[in-house]
Structure formats: structure tokens, C-alpha cells
């Protein structure tokens, strides 16, 4: 039987992120209630903090999770230095993977503005043993920039894949540059690359998504972020309609199970829902929403872990 793989987590340590993205979340959050609760850009890395990630291990106990891939950000070119280098990041992330081995793997983080981004991707695949490489295009560039060619062709060459942000999502990033079809010139030039649309364009683009992995055999659909429609009747009914959509227009075998759990104290334990996640995907054989052709307990498992471990080439003994 397959394991059950969160195929998107993030683990952070003091550091890894820059100060210009703590700034803006900590204004939003004092701004999202009034009179304004002042928080700090300290008070937000505080609460996501989990270095040696205990918090994560727990959480994915608690949630009937095997394992989790963690995905690398890297975000200094748009919002300066992180006080850990990037490579520093990747350094760590190896070393979880063998502390935690069979429960924890990670994909590096790079931007492709840097000028050595290259030799860092190279570093993290090939010195650090991570799983990938993951873009964030709402950083300030299009997956189809010629600057991000070498990256693709050195994921294409090891064999391995390359995961891009497709949500919607705010200031101090620039959503206009997430919409899947900007993955559309990647699959053109590099028809053999592996290619994960994190959040499957949730939550505006989710027809562009299917539409983009549906024409590309290499072409993945990761979940995380619909999660946030279980909430209401209506959320449901959505993300009942479109894991349909997804599930008959790119097939069960080309999901994959994600939660985008943040991790820290804030993000855990009963703020955490990564086990209602996982519950909600395991429940859905026979339902009538994905209509004369039932979705089968096989297709569930692949979803849930087994697709993961091909794409990721994920195994217990490493």
C-alpha cells in the first residue's frame, strides 16, 4: 500500500525568509481587524518557526501523513537578502532529509535572476540530495523567461522536476505573473521535463490549470490551497466540481496530495488542517460528483502518495 504524502509543506528556521516579506504580513494582519491590532514583522517569523521541525513531525502523525516534501522559497532578489543564504536553506534541508529519512524530502528554492542560480539548483539536486526545484514566478517573472532555461534544462537532464507556483495570491507579490498558462512555453521548449503546478491555479485559474496539465504528459496537478474551500457548502460543491474536472481531463495518476502547511506554532495543532485535507481525499471513493465512473480506491492512493513517490522519486530507505 502506498503512503500518504503531503507533496507541499514548508519548515522554516530564524532567517530564511527576508525581512521585506515579514513587514508587509505583519501590517496586513494588524490591518485585518480594527481598531488595528499592531503585530510586528518579529511576532510573524516567531510564529512559524520550527527548526529542527518537531512541530511538522507531530503534525503529520497526528494527521495519518507518512511523509512531506518541503518546497524551497527563495525570495531575496524581490524582497532582499534573507539573513540565511539560500544555499545555507538547501544545506539544511539535506540534513533533514537524513535526520527524518522516509518522512521528510525537499525540493530547493531558487530564482533564476540570480546570476549563479544555476550552480545553486546544481548544488541542491546534486550536493544536498534534494528532490527538485521549485520557481515562484509571482517574485516578478514568467516560467517562460529564457533566464530560466538552464535551470530547466539542468532538471531535465538529472531526471528531475520543477514545481511552479500557479495561485492567486497578494502584496508584496505579484499575482499577475502566476496564471498557469505562463507554463504553457516551458512545456514547448522542454516537452520531457517534469512539471508540478503547485496549487493547481487555485483559486481563479483552476480551468487554465487543467487545461495546461492536460496537454503536457509530464504535467502534474497538486492540490494544496483548495483545501481552503471545505469550509462552506459552497467551497465544497466547487472543489467537488473541479477535482472532477481535474480527475477526467488529466487522470488520478497525475495528482497529486498537497496542504501548503506553513508550519510553527501558529499553523499547527488546531489551526492546522492538513488532516481534514487528508480525510476529505480518502473519503471520496463513490462519490457521485465524479459521476458514471466512480473514483476508485486505487486512484485515492495514488492521489494521496503513490503519485508523489514517482515524481519525486521518494522511497523509504532514503
Known amino acids: ?13 530564524r532567517g530564511f525568509l527576508p525581512q521585506g516579506w515579514f513587514q508587509p504580513v505583519a501590517q496586513k494582519w494588524s490591518a485585518s481587524r480594527y481598531p488595528p491590532v499592531e503585530r510586528t514583522a518579529s511576532d510573524v517569523e516567531s510564529g512559524l518557526l520550527d527548526p529542527d521541525a518537531t512541530l511538522l513531525v507531530k503534525e503529520l502523525s497526528d494527521a495519518g501523513v507518512d511523509a512531506a516534501v518541503c518546497l ?25 532529509q537524513k535526520a527524518l ?3 521528510f524530502y525537499a525540493v530547493g528554492g531558487v530564482d533564476p535572476r540570480r546570476e ?26 514568467l516560467p517562460g523567461d529564457e533566464r530560466c532555461f538552464p535551470i530547466y534544462e539542468l532538471c531535465s537532464s538529472l531526471g528531475k522536476p520543477v514545481v511552479f507556483h ?21 512545456q514547448r521548449a522542454f516537452p520531457d521535463l517534469t512539471i ?7 483559486s481563479s485559474w483552476a480551468d487554465e ?38 480527475r477526467g481531463h488529466v487522470g488520478a495518476h497525475r495528482m497529486l496530495f498537497g496542504s501548503d502547511h506553513l508550519g510553527g506554532r501558529r499553523f499547527s495543532g488546531g489551526r492546522s488542517g492538513m488532516g481534514a485535507w487528508r ?33 519525486f522519486s521518494l522511497n523509504e530507505e532514503d
Request: negative net charge; glycine residues 10%; charged residues 20%.
Open 116 to 141: 549563479n542560480a544555476v550552480e545553486i539548483a546544481r548544488s541542491a539536486l546534486e550536493e544536498d540530495g534534494l528532490r527538485g526545484i521549485k520557481l515562484y514566478p509571482p517574485s516578478g517573472f
Open 279 to 311: 480525510s476529505f481525499i480518502a473519503g471520496l471513493a463513490g462519490n457521485p460528483a465524479f459521476g458514471k465512473r466512480p473514483l476508485t480506491t486505487d486512484e485515492i492512493a495514488l492521489i494521496l502518495g503513490g503519485n508523489a513517490e514517482r515524481v
Open 72 to 96: 524551497g522559497l527563495d525570495w531575496g532578489v524581490h524582497l532582499g537578502p534573507a539573513e540565511v543564504d539560500i544555499t545555507e536553506v538547501h544545506r539544511t534541508y539535506g540534513e533533514m
Open 209 to 246: 490549470a487543467i487545461e495546461v496539465a492536460a496537454a503536457h504528459p509530464h504535467t502534474y496537478l497538486e492540490l494544496s490551497n483548495w483545501n481552503h474551500d471545505l469550509h462552506t457548502d459552497h467551497g465544497r460543491e466547487r472543489l467537488l466540481r473541479v477535482l472532477a474536472q481535474m
Open 1 to 13: 500500500m502506498s503512503r500518504v504524502i503531503d507533496s507541499h509543506v514548508h519548515f522554516f528556521g
Open 166 to 186: 500557479t495561485a492567486l495570491i497578494g502584496y508584496p507579490h505579484d499575482a499577475s505573473y502566476a496564471n498557469p498558462l505562463g507554463v504553457i512555453k516551458v
Open 196 to 202: 508540478v503546478l503547485a496549487h493547481s491555479g487555485y
Open 101 to 103: 529519512r522516509g518522512k
